[in-house]
Every structure is written in C-alpha cells, then in structure tokens.
C-alpha cells in the first residue's frame, strides 16, 4: 500500500539527490557575464576622472562601456514589455478557448506561430526611420521592439501552458471535488507562473538583437543613448578596426549571455 | 547503385522533386503572394516610375545573397555537428563543437559589419558577404545536428535503425552515410526558420553596410528617407522572401527524413 501514500505530483518530496538541471551551469555564466556588463557599463563614468558623465570617444573601450547603457536598459524595458505582451497573447488564447472554442485559440496561436516565422525585426529600423519626427521618444521604438519578440514568447507560452494543462494532478484535484476557482489557485497559478516567467525570457536575446541591427543601421535609439549597435555600425562605415571591437566584442557578448539565460530557464522547466 | 537495405531505394531519385513541389504549392499563399503584393504595391504606390522594376531586381539579388549562404552554410554545419558526436575530439569534431556553442556570439548583422569593415580595408565583398551570411546558418545547423546525430547513434529508440544495420553487417562508412547522418540532418531543415530569419535582417544589414542594390537596401534607404510608400512593399517582398526559403527548407527536410522513406505509416515526419 506504499504506493498510495505517494505526495500529490504537484508537490513531490525529493528523498534523493536532485541531478543538475540542464543548461543551468551555463545559465549562470550569462547571468554572471550580463551581471558584469551591466555593472562595467554604470561604471564607465568613472573611467573619466571622476568627470561628468560624457562620451569618452578617445577611449573605445570606454566609449564602448558607456554605449552599453543605453542597450542594456533599452533590451530590459523592451524585454518586459515582449515577454508581458506573449505571455497576455497566450492566456488570451487559452481563456478563447474556455470561453468560445477550441478554435479560436488555435487561430489564436497559430497567428502567432505564422509571426514568428517573419522578419519582424526589420520593423525596428522601418520605425526608426519612419517616425523621424519622434527621434528621442524611446517608447514607441520600445513597444515596436517588443512586438517583434512578443509571438514567439506566446507560442512558447502556449505550449508550456498546453502542457500543464493536461497534468494529471489537475485532474486528480478536479475528481477530488475542487472547484475550478480552487484547482486555478492552488494547482494552476503556483504550477503556471514560472514556466510562463521562463517563456517570457525568450524576448530579452531578441529585443537585443533587434535593437542592435536598427541601431548599425543608423535606424535605431536616439545618438544621446548611446548603442553598441550604433556605434558598430559607424566604425563599420569609417573602416574603423579600432573602434570596432569593443562595442562588437561587448554586444556579442550581451547576446550570448541573454541566449544563455533564457535557454537555461526554458530547459529548467522541461521535464524528463 | 545502391545497397539492399540503403534507407534511400533508386525510385527515391525520381520522387525527389515531389515533395519540393508540394511544398512550393503550399507556400504560394504565404510566400509567393507576398512578393507578388510587395511588388504591385510598389508600382501603385512608390513614387519613382520604376520602382517596382527595383524591387524585383532587388528580391533577386537578396535571393542570389541568402539562398547559396544558407545552403552551404546549413552543409557544412549539419556535417560538421554529426562529426562532432561521431569524433568530438578530431579537427571536425573541434569545429562542430565551436559552432554548436557559438550561435549566439555570431549573429547575421554584426557578421555584416565585421564583412563591411573587411571590405572597406579593401577585401573582395562577394565571398566575404556570403561568408557572414553563411556562418549563423551554420552555427544552428550544428547546434540540431550534434544532439540529433549522438540520438541516432545511441542506445534509445531513435538508434534502432543503426543498430540494425550494423547487425546486418554494413560497414561503419555506410551505417553513417545512409541511416545515421539523414536522421541528424532531418531536424536541421526542420529547424531552419531560425537561420532564415538570421540569413534574411544580415542580408539587409550587408546589402545597407555595402550599398548592394538589394531589397533590404530599398527598404533602409526608403525608411531613412521617411517614405512608408517606399519601405513597407519591401518589407511585405521580404517577408514572402523569408516564406519561400522556409518552405524551401522544409521541403528538403521531407526529402531528406528517413521517415517519409520508411515503408510503415508514420505520423511524425
């Protein structure tokens, strides 16, 4: 009868060793290295004497550091935003399909998934550039940069969601008489919330990425900002090697620590 | 000539271009119709008289720049990645490994500029271009075809049909040839969606970088001018672009699947 004294499945007790989670030694070295930059970037004033804070164009490494500012906190608020705006997408597909039917949600995601599928990074520049007269007003270029990232942190939202759907816990606590309120608070909501928030990582590498292809293209954040992009792309029309590889090395750096990070907390939540 | 038990019979050849076609069909709504709808809109909308002539050429230099970067790219690291779970310690296996952990260092765009500032020091734009364009293509090849491949040549499931042709007796050259390296390089083409949407904002970065009179270029240099009737067709032609190499892609993944030759249904190919 050992058997039946099992805990529920939503809440096992671990009576032996847990094994390393996958992808998660990896995980903590973007976090370390984006950790660094962020610190070397708020820390890139100081390399000015104790001036106030200005571009440092004689040094690159410093002008650099100071670029990663803007990029940074930019690729944050846009990440939030993206990984706010898939995560709403893919419980509006679900609560579609409690509501109407099991078609509207597919039709919901499958939008989704078709987006995805397209350049949308490219809207990035063509906003920059389109919305001239805005140059300085960071919002829009950060709702359009979300956009770009926002259906696929749904499609991936969905199918976690999907996933913890068909648990056999909620269903074991559906035939030992909870109600749907209960069996939302207890079991879904507890279970749900940290693979949607590791979904929802997925937007940081992408709003990265798209922000720093806007800006080498001239078509990104505000000059005042200050962009890795930016400053790449400049130094690329210059010829400038060595003006090149700092803000280069920094950003392929940044994206591979956001890589890391959001593939770290998506295979943590896969189950064997 | 081929042997008895080869994963790919003779007819294989000539039902090769089937599944091309089909896919090609089911693109037509998502990929051909865009660039057909990019390329009217820019003749009714876009203020220069030939505009839509521009487009055109435009599309098929963007084409003529992904298209052969992604193809070889995508060889090269599927094999390289395979190398690298058959021999993860030999010079292949070395670059498979590099490229598999990579991916993310290496994005399309800064590729562009790294080939930009080569070309401005005076380097030949052709190869360099195509180079960049094909190394991300790589680096996720190698990053599905790694895992796909140790999978194949494993003791579960998926290691059954290498098995059993090592039981039948073929030797190791042909177990990898034909049963294992099509089942790692099946979820490469499966998941090239990645590489084209990376091959295609590169391209549009080196076609800007390098003043190449590319579709991506139109798009820039119309976005720059503040001109949507410029700039939107294009991106509607380039996302029917992306559209095509992705069924292009998938195509070659249900050529290539050893599912689909299998002579037992099978749902999951």
């Known amino acids: ?272 | 000539m081929s042997h008895p038990i080869c994963r790919f019979p003779p007819d294989t050849v000539l039902l090769m271009p089937r599944p091309l076609i089909r896919r090609l069909i089911d693109a037509v709504p998502t990929a051909i119709l865009p660039m057909a709808a990019g390329v009217g809109l820019s003749a009714l909308v876009a203020p220069q008289p030939d505009a839509a002539t521009a487009l055109l050429s435009g599309l098929a230099v963007t084409l003529l720049l992904t298209l052969p970067s992604l193809a070889v790219g995508t060889a090269l690291g599927a094999l390289a990645g395979s190398w690298a779970a058959v021999a993860p310690r030999s010079v292949g296996g070395l670059i498979g490994r590099f490229l598999a952990g990579a991916g993310p260092l290496l994005p399309g765009f800064l590729l562009a500029a790294v080939a930009a500032l080569a070309v401005r020091a005076g380097a030949s734009a052709a190869p360099l271009g195509w180079t960049a364009l094909a190394i991300p293509a790589a680096c996720q090849a190698a990053r599905l075809s790694r895992p796909a491949m140790e999978r194949a040549l494993g003791a579960g499931l998926e290691g059954g049909a290498v098995r059993m042709a090592r039981g039948l007796g073929l030797d190791e050259r042909t177990v990898l040839r034909h049963h294992a390296l099509p089942q790692a390089v099946a979820p490469v083409m499966g998941g090239l969606r990645a590489a084209v949407l990376a091959a295609v904002v590169g391209a549009v970065a080196l076609e800007s970088l390098l003043d190449l009179p590319g579709a991506g270029a139109l798009m820039i240099d119309a976005a720059r001018a503040g001109s949507a009737a410029g700039s939107l067709p294009a991106l509607v032609a380039l996302c029917g672009l992306t559209a095509l190499l992705g069924a292009l892609g998938l195509a070659a993944r249900d050529w290539i699947d050893p599912a689909n030759h299998s002579s037992t249904p099978y749902d999951g190919a």
């Open chain 1, 1 to 272: 009868m050992a058997e039946l004294d099992q805990p529920p499945p939503s809440h096992p007790v671990l009576s032996h060793p847990v094994p390393p989670r996958a992808g998660f030694a990896r995980g903590l070295s973007g976090a370390a290295v984006l950790v660094a930059l962020a610190l070397a970037s708020a820390a890139a004033p100081l390399m000015a004497d104790g001036a106030a804070i200005q571009r440092l164009d004689a040094d690159p490494v410093a002008a650099a550091l100071l670029d990663g500012r803007g990029s940074l906190s930019f690729a944050l608020l846009a990440a939030v935003l993206g990984g706010a705006l898939g995560i709403g997408w893919a419980l509006l597909a679900w609560l579609l399909g409690k509501l109407s039917d099991a078609r509207a949600e597919r039709r919901t995601i499958a939008a989704a998934h078709r987006l995805a599928g397209l350049p949308l990074a490219l809207l990035v520049p063509l906003t920059g550039g389109l919305a001239g007269g805005l140059v300085g007003e960071v919002g829009p270029l950060a709702v359009v940069t979300a956009l770009t990232a926002a259906p696929a942190v749904a499609a991936l939202a969905h199918a976690e969601l999907s996933a913890l759907l068909r648990a056999e816990f909620l269903t074991a606590a559906r035939a030992a008489g909870l109600t749907e309120g209960e069996v939302l608070r207890r079991h879904l909501i507890p279970n749900a919330s940290r693979p949607l928030l590791a979904a929802g990582t997925l937007a940081l590498p992408r709003v990265l990425a798209a922000e720093s292809a806007a800006s080498l293209l001239g078509l990104g954040l505000p000059p005042a900002l200050g962009s890795w992009g930016a400053s790449v792309g400049l130094a690329a029309r210059l010829g400038d090697p060595v003006a090149f590889v700092p803000p280069a090395l920094l950003l392929a750096l940044a994206l591979w620590a956001t890589c890391a990070i959001a593939d770290a907390a998506v295979a943590g939540n896969r189950r064997p």
